[in-house]
T-cell receptor, first 116, second 114 residues
Framework: GAVVSQHPSRVICKSGTSVKIECRSL??????MFWYRQFPKQSLMLMAT?????????EQGVEKDKFLINHASLTLSTLTVTSAHPEDSSFYIC????????????FGSGTRLTVV | DAKTTQPPSMDCAEGRAANLPCNHS???????VYWYRQIHSQGPQYIIH???NNETNEMASLIITEDRKSSTLILPHATLRDTAVYYC???????????????FGEGTQLTVNP
């Protein structure tokens, strides 16, 4: 149980375009979701925390106007990379907290974004 | 959450036990030790967690020292599929109910060799 489905798994886009990544909780309600970014050979870096029905909280140094996060329902959070540039190429991972679960958190399978 | 320290890399022979250490000398009394792993190009996967007693599940064993300042994750019979980055994280259980975030250190790259 407690599965988070993330789509797409891989996307290539042109510079200047926008890309949307979806993260769905399949069998539980995710009040809080997290978005991470991971560059090659580096650890996961938290970008933002999203709570259903409210504005996301961004980590220091993350541009909120560039990385738009929407958490309009208890089962869906989206990350939109606007006006993407090659330096935005990275591995993006979503996560959801699971209250009252020994796991604590569950993770999506990640999205490999390549901006050309 | 308390800071953890792990070796950057380790090697293990297939079929042998892999022992991954983690130092968390500033751990608080209400903080648990969690282990996750990340296989290349996948999302992290929960392995095990514990407070002060040793724990075992189908994936691994967790040994926590009596003073709780360090722990060891043990994969009893490592396979090639266990090659991954292993993250040791210390956090307060129940923090997820308040939306508390989970932060990752650098982890240990475990390579299981044939």
């Amino acid at each position: 149980g407690a599965v988070v489905s993330q789509h797409p798994s891989r996307v290539i886009c042109k510079s200047g375009t926008s890309v949307k990544i979806e993260c769905r909780s399949l069998d539980f309600q995710a009040t809080t979701m997290f978005w991470y970014r991971q560059f090659p050979k580096q650890s996961l870096m938290l970008m933002a925390t999203s709570n259903e029905g409210s504005k996301a909280t961004y980590e220091q140094g993350v541009e909120k106007d560039k990385f738009l996060i929407n958490h309009a329902s208890l089962t869906l959070s989206t990350l939109t990379v606007t006006s993407a540039h090659p330096e935005d190429s990275s591995f993006y991972i979503c996560s959801a907290s699971i209250p009252l679960s020994r796991y604590g958190y569950t993770f999506g399978s990640g999205t490999r974004l390549t901006v050309v | 959450d308390a800071k953890t320290t792990q070796p950057p890399s380790m090697d293990c022979a297939e079929g042998r036990a892999a022992n991954l250490p983690c130092n968390h000398s500033t751990i608080s009394g209400n903080e648990y030790v969690y282990w996750y792993r990340q296989i290349h190009s996948q999302g992290p996967q929960y392995i095990i967690h514990g407070l002060k007693n040793n724990e075992t599940n189908e994936m691994a064993s967790l040994i926590i020292t009596e003073d709780r300042k360090s722990s060891t994750l043990i994969l009893p019979h490592a396979t090639l599929r266990d090659t991954a980055v292993y993250y040791c994280i210390v956090r307060v259980v129940g923090a997820e109910t308040s939306g508390s975030r989970l932060t990752f250190g650098e982890g240990t790259q475990l390579t299981v060799n044939p």
